[in-house]
C-alpha cells in the first residue's frame, strides 16, 4: 500500500541552525501538508501546499518556515534558524482531494529536537 | 476560531466492551468529521470520515455519529481488544484543506 515517507526519522540540532525535513508524498497526490505535535499536545496545522504554491499557512509558519517542492517527488520543511520551541514531532501528509472526503494519508514522522 | 474538544483525555476499559468517545466543536459547522488513530512516536492513520448528512458511519467494528444540532460526534469500538489500545483523534475538515484536531482520547483495552 503506497504510505508517505518521512526522513529522517529523528534530527538533532543545535539553536540557530538551519534544519531540512523530507517528505516523500503519494505519488499520485496533489495537495501536500506539514503538521506539528509538541509533545503532549494537539497535533498543529503548519502549511498546505497545491501547485507548488502555499495555499495556507498558520500562525506558527512564521519567516523563519519554508516550504518546497523541489522535484516531482520530495516535499520539504525548511526551519532558517531553529528555536529551542520548536522542537516537535513533525508530520508531513497528502492528499488526492483539498474537498470532498480529503483523506490525508500522514507519515510516520521526524522527531526534532533543538538543544 | 474552530475549536474541537474531546473530552476524555484517557478512557479504560475491559476487552470486549464496547468504548465510547466524544468529540464536541464549536465556532464552526463542517461539512466533514474525519477520525484517526495514532499510536506512540506514529503519525495519525485515518479510520472514518463522516459528512454532515450522515447520522452515522460503520466499519468493521467502528461506529462514528455526528449530530450536527449538538455539534458533536463519537465515535464506538465495539467488542473491543487490547490492540485497540491508541490515541483516538478527531477531526475536523475545513473549507480549505486543513484538518484541526482534538487533543485526543487514550483508550486502553486490558484483556
Known amino acids: 500500500e503506497p504510505e508517505v515517507t518521512q526522513t529522517p526519522s529523528h534530527q538533532v540540532t543545535q539553536m540557530g541552525q538551519e534544519v531540512i525535513l523530507r517528505c516523500v508524498p503519494i505519488?499520485?497526490?496533489?495537495?501536500f501538508y506539514w503538521y506539528r505535535q509538541i509533545l503532549g499536545q494537539k497535533v498543529e496545522f503548519l502549511v498546505s501546499f497545491y501547485n507548488n504554491e502555499i495555499s495556507e499557512k498558520s500562525e506558527i509558519f512564521d519567516d523563519q518556515f519554508s516550504v518546497e517542492r523541489p522535484d516531482g517527488s520530495n516535499f520539504t520543511l525548511k526551519i532558517r534558524s531553529t528555536k529551542l520551541e520548536d522542537s516537535a514531532m513533525y508530520f508531513c501528509?497528502?492528499?488526492?482531494?483539498?474537498?470532498?472526503?480529503?483523506?490525508?494519508?500522514f507519515g510516520a514522522g521526524t522527531r526534532l529536537s533543538v538543544l | 476560531s474552530q475549536k474541537i474538544e474531546q473530552n476524555s483525555e484517557a478512557l479504560n476499559i475491559q476487552e470486549g466492551k464496547t468504548a465510547t468517545l466524544t468529540c464536541n466543536y464549536t465556532?464552526?459547522?463542517?461539512?466533514?468529521l474525519q477520525w484517526y488513530r495514532q499510536d506512540p512516536g506514529r503519525g495519525p492513520v485515518f479510520l472514518l470520515l463522516i459528512r454532515e448528512n450522515e447520522k452515522e458511519k460503520r466499519k468493521e467494528r467502528l461506529k462514528v455519529t455526528f449530530d450536527t444540532t449538538l455539534k458533536q460526534s463519537l465515535f464506538h469500538i465495539t467488542a473491543s481488544q487490547p490492540a485497540d489500545s491508541a490515541t483516538y483523534l478527531c477531526a475536523l475538515l475545513t473549507h480549505t484543506g486543513k484538518l484541526i484536531f482534538g487533543q485526543g482520547t487514550t483508550l486502553q483495552v486490558k484483556p
Open positions: 465556532n464552526y459547522s463542517p461539512a466533514y
Open positions: 501528509a497528502s492528499s488526492a482531494s483539498s474537498t470532498s472526503s480529503n483523506i490525508q494519508y
Open positions: 505519488s499520485n497526490h496533489l495537495y
